[in-house]
């Protein structure tokens, strides 16, 4: 499974069509979790292996088996993330999740982005954050 592209538009825009999320300041990052091991892969298809984003995949391999599409964020005390911790393996790493694309072998793509951010939802926790979302 490949990551959608991100979209630059020349301005803001509003639409009844689509979600807005605020943008992490991380890497972009597959998570794949099978048979209680997750492996972290970028968009460019290369597994990260770094320390720390080994000790995320561990804190996530106990999830059920499924493929997340999301951002892998250092964060301060308020919440903001830290890029240059993150670049420096300065401070724990999270999972910033904005999709689910597979749970449990269902290929979950057909269906609406706002029913699978439910299904993510679901599954969030200490080290997988749910990237919520603003509606038009």
């Not at 301005?11 to 597959?30: C, I, Q």
């Not at 492996?39 to 984003?53: A, E, F, H, I, M």
């Not at 995949?57 to 250092?74: F, I, Q, T, Y």
Request: aromatic share 10%; with cysteine.
């Amino acid at each position: 499974m490949t990551p959608l592209r991100l979209l630059q538009r020349p301005t803001a825009f509003s639409d009844p069509e689509w979600l807005f999320e605020v943008k992490h300041d991380g890497l972009r990052s597959l998570a794949y979790i099978e048979a209680g091991a997750c492996r972290l892969v970028s968009r460019n298809g290369n597994d990260y292996r770094r320390k720390r984003l080994l000790e995320l995949a561990k804190a996530l391999s106990g999830l059920p088996n499924s493929v997340l599409d999301g951002e892998l964020v250092c964060l301060d005390e308020e919440g903001q993330t830290l890029f240059y911790d993150l670049m420096f393996n300065r401070a724990p790493v999270y999972f910033y999740a904005f999709d689910i694309l597979s749970l449990s072998g269902e290929d979950l793509c057909e269906r609406p982005l706002i029913e699978r951010k439910e299904i993510l939802r679901e599954l969030a926790s200490d080290r997988l954050l749910f990237v919520n979302h603003i509606e038009e």
